[in-house]
């Protein structure tokens, strides 16, 4: 099974704990920039206008927009998106990753009495808001260094997502003219996610809290998360979050069980499910968390699971089953919680994570500079391993499995 993201998923999934390598712009792209960019300047002086009819004053126009081009990295994350494609067991290796873990229950130590207050104030449980700031912005590490003005006026301009662009550019103007922050202090993703959460602007306006008292919701503060996570909280419990329940449970589905049942689509009580003969991994009855749906995210070969009410209130922060997954499972495990006890169908040489860490070690150390090991096989990886495939002689295939691995560790030491 391919996961494939879309749309804004993409963004807010980029914008965490993923990134993706930017090829250079050619020469061709450049000329176009160089056009682009008086293009851009005029299309700023017309938006003003409009700006101007939605409340936004002349003012808060004119200093936000001070210095800011046309942002052609943005342009380049836009186009490139797309082709993101990963296994959901990939990509829950490194969302729920032991460091992504162990940092988040340093976070839960740290935040401890925010925490509390918080999942009382808004019912959600805090496991799931420290997951969410894991899997955002690795608990406020990578929360986006882009001016988020220039991000959306260029997204709004570039044409590909010009609605979006211009009504989140909107949203900003206001946040701005209410003084939760200033213009060149709101800084986020490419496609417009802020702060430790990643909120992007109308979510900031529908959901955001100022939860330290001060008259500002200040979501980007690095030194204190308490406005983000409590926003982040609050988003959840208006989405329709219930207290204290899981997102789901690990199950075992009985021999000739009909796998038309198995879709998001089917919702069924826990006592039918257990009528139909799932029981949890230990073999109990389906606990009675309401309505719910077995899933399975690998299909049949991996491991299922009957989810509940909230695994669809964490779709509604980012829409991909395998990220409400990762919030859900990264929780559990920031709480104690062990592995899924079925393995996943990785297939005859797939690596798992320590294992593409170390390749991505080793190809650093033999001179390919991927950065920090991060066990995300990307675009960069494969051609990191591609380049010493041909170094070695050998029909390059890009491919990081067990047999890579084996002549990687006896070739570089
Ligand atoms: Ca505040």
Redesign the pocket.
């Known amino acids: 099974m391919r996961l494939i993201y879309t749309g804004l998923a993409v963004a807010l999934a980029l914008s965490g704990a993923q990134t993706v390598q930017a090829n250079t712009f050619q020469k061709n792209d450049l000329i176009i920039v160089a056009q682009s960019q008086s293009g851009f300047q005029r299309w700023v002086k017309n938006f003003r206008n409009v700006a101007l009819t939605k409340g936004i004053s002349a003012r808060t126009y004119d200093r936000a927009f001070k210095g800011v081009k046309l942002n052609t990295r943005v342009m380049q994350l836009d186009r490139k998106q797309a082709e993101f494609s990963r296994q959901i067991w990939d990509y829950l290796d490194t969302a729920t990753s032991p460091k992504r873990v162990r940092n988040g229950q340093a976070m839960l130590a740290k935040h401890k009495r925010t925490l509390n207050r918080i999942e009382q104030k808004y019912g959600v449980d805090k496991k799931i808001v420290l997951a969410i700031w894991g899997l955002e912005s690795s608990y406020g590490k990578n929360m986006g260094d882009i001016n988020i003005i220039e991000a959306l006026a260029t997204l709004a301009y570039d044409g590909r997502r010009e609605k979006f662009g211009k009504q989140q550019l909107l949203e900003a103007l206001r946040i701005i003219q209410r003084g939760?922050i200033t213009a060149n202090r709101m800084m986020g993703s490419w496609a417009g996610a802020m702060g430790h959460t990643q909120f992007i602007p109308t979510s900031y306006q529908a959901s955001a809290?100022?939860?330290?008292?001060?008259?500002?919701?200040?979501v980007w503060?690095p030194k204190?998360p308490?406005?983000a996570l409590a926003s982040t909280a609050n988003y959840l419990k208006k989405a329709g979050w219930t207290h204290n329940q899981p997102w789901g449970v690990e199950v075992k589905l009985p021999k000739g069980f009909n796998y038309g049942n198995a879709s998001l689509k089917v919702k069924a009580t826990p006592a039918r499910w257990t009528e139909l003969g799932v029981r949890t991994v230990r073999g109990k009855k389906i606990p009675n968390y309401g309505q719910g749906s077995v899933f399975l995210p690998a299909g049949a070969d991996g491991p299922a699971f009957v989810v509940f009410k909230n695994f669809f209130v964490i779709k509604r922060y980012n829409n991909a089953n395998s990220y409400a997954m990762a919030v859900g499972h990264l929780g559990d495990r920031i709480k104690g919680g062990g592995n899924f006890s079925k393995e996943w169908p990785r297939g005859p040489g797939a690596l798992k994570l320590d294992e593409k860490l170390e390749v991505q070690k080793l190809l650093n150390r033999a001179g390919y500079d991927l950065g920090e090991p991060d066990g995300i096989i990307g675009p960069k990886t494969i051609d990191a391993v591609s380049a010493i495939q041909i170094s070695w002689g050998k029909q390059p295939n890009g491919k990081a499995d067990q047999d890579f691995l084996k002549v990687l560790r006896k070739k570089v030491r």
């Open positions: 939760d809290q100022d939860f330290t008292g001060d008259g500002k919701r200040n503060d204190d308490s406005d």
